[in-house]
């Protein structure tokens, strides 16, 4: 199909800065993924239940809370951006508390909190945010539920439309009211444990399920508007073990990441992807066989080599095994699947997977307490993607020799070398946040290589041309 291309006219920097380091990203590729210790911060000992990561100060940094349901306590540690945390900022949330969950209860911005509590029915207390760590109680519900050893406080999302994230415990959902209670009657989503997710981009919660209730089948359920019914579509007659779901294709839309049973033999992650007709593409990647099972909700998703594209890392879950699998992810859903050698751990309550430096490369922090010392650790550890090795062969300046081109997807910088080495230029062009995947190439014919991204998310490839510096989008 012919491509049309339409001159965009707009306000767009382009700036050339002065030789430096070459960029730690070479097109988002890895041979290797090693973390090393990047932070160590002593901090008070404590009874560990559950790290917490969010953007607790609103600077779009990742921060961490240690959740101590023993003492009653909440400690957040706010991140400048760089791995290092703060002083601790101590939040008194009362003894009993269980599952702590992160979001914007108030429409105001700032990171809320909901907490479940078990006691003699099941206790949820809002707390409100005020950007700097700190949590002042909002009020509290009792719900009539009795919280028996299988009652699971899942999730937050909004599914009736209020713009207020409703609490997900088992299979229903409990609307949250606009003084910080919740309603005391649930509304049944399925018969099995959803999957949360918003399949349709409409704003408002759908939910995926896996079951063999009534015949094996995979289906998501599209919400009306309003959270009182739902529209199913059946993916497939076959039960998945369904992991999450997330944006994989970065086009706005939830998708539903799934393994195949362990009991099948056979090592597969499945992906549906939501497309714009309001159907789903399914695309599968064969994983590496290992001497132990793809045990179930051991996921980490991030982008571990920078490349602007969600990836999987899967931990090996046994203590003696260190063979890790990481899948890294392409623009339609597969993933091309790789093993590295390095003991990371696998437990889901004292290990916490995001950028925590600000480098485009998702790091992970431990929680660590030594044996003969009064204190514990904040350990944050850097993602040191190792390139492999592959550049992107080009000719940007039109000699016939080949150039080298470097794309760091952290802030858009292309480093561009020619062939005798000497650097030619830099350039901010493209944005990994939003998607963007370098594409360079001779778009005008001219024999110069063009530096230019695809940007997934509204299908536009944007274009600075090498003779003229315009910026074009072709569709």
């Excluded at 090592?267 to 399914?282: M, W």
């Amino acid at each position: 199909m012919t491509a049309r291309i339409i001159l965009l006219f707009c306000t767009f920097f382009v700036f050339l800065i002065a030789f430096g380091s070459a960029p730690p990203t070479v097109f988002g590729q890895c041979g290797s993924i090693a973390f090393d210790t990047l932070r160590r911060k002593a901090i008070a000992p404590f009874s560990l239940d559950r790290v917490i990561v969010a953007d607790f100060s609103g600077d779009n940094k990742p921060d961490v809370a240690i959740h101590d349901a023993d003492n009653g306590k909440l400690t957040t540690y706010l991140n400048n951006g760089t791995g290092n945390f703060g002083n601790p900022l101590i939040n008194e949330i009362g003894s009993q508390s269980s599952v702590v969950l992160p979001g914007d209860l108030n429409n105001d911005g700032k990171k809320d909190l909901v907490i479940s509590y078990h006691n003699n029915s099941l206790t949820v207390k809002t707390f409100l945010g005020d950007n700097t760590g700190n949590f002042a109680l909002w009020n509290q519900t009792n719900l009539p539920l009795h919280p028996g050893s299988a009652l699971r406080v899942r999730d937050i999302a909004n599914f009736n439309n209020d713009n207020r994230p409703d609490l997900v415990v088992d299979n229903m959902f409990f609307a949250l009211n606009s003084d910080g209670t919740y309603a005391t009657s649930g509304t049944q989503l399925t018969n099995s444990f959803p999957v949360i997710g918003d399949f349709n981009a409409d704003g408002k919660a759908d939910f995926a399920v896996s079951s063999t209730i009534t015949g094996a089948r995979t289906s998501i359920f599209i919400n009306n508007g309003t959270g009182s019914s739902f529209a199913e579509t059946t993916l497939e007659n076959q039960f998945y073990d369904l992991e999450l779901s997330a944006d994989i294709n970065n086009d706005g839309k939830s998708d539903l990441v799934a393994f195949l049973p362990t009991n099948t033999g056979v090592n597969k992650t499945i992906v549906f992807l939501s497309d714009s007709a309001g159907g789903f593409t399914r695309s599968e990647t064969t994983l590496p066989n290992r001497t132990e099972n793809y045990t179930h909700f051991t996921v980490r998703i991030g982008d571990y080599n920078g490349d602007g594209l969600k990836d999987l890392l899967i931990p090996s879950a046994s203590s003696t095994f260190s063979l890790n699998t990481i899948l890294l992810g392409n623009a339609n859903g597969a993933f091309t699947a790789f093993e590295f050698a390095k003991r990371l751990p696998n437990s889901l309550s004292s290990n916490v997977y995001a950028d925590f430096d600000g480098d485009g490369r998702t790091d992970y922090l431990s929680v660590a307490r030594g044996a003969f010392f009064p204190f514990a650790f904040l350990l944050v550890k850097k993602n040191n993607c190792a390139p492999a090795g592959q550049t992107k062969i080009v000719d940007f300046d039109g000699d016939s020799a080949t150039d080298v081109a470097l794309w760091r997807a952290s802030d858009g910088r292309w480093t561009i070398e020619n062939s005798n080495g000497a650097v030619v230029r830099r350039v901010f062009w493209g944005r990994g946040d939003l998607g963007d995947v370098p594409t360079p190439g001779d778009y005008d014919g001219d024999g110069r290589t063009d530096v230019a991204v695809y940007r997934a998310s509204n299908g536009v490839w944007c274009i600075l041309r090498a003779q003229l510096r315009q910026f074009d989008s072709v569709y």
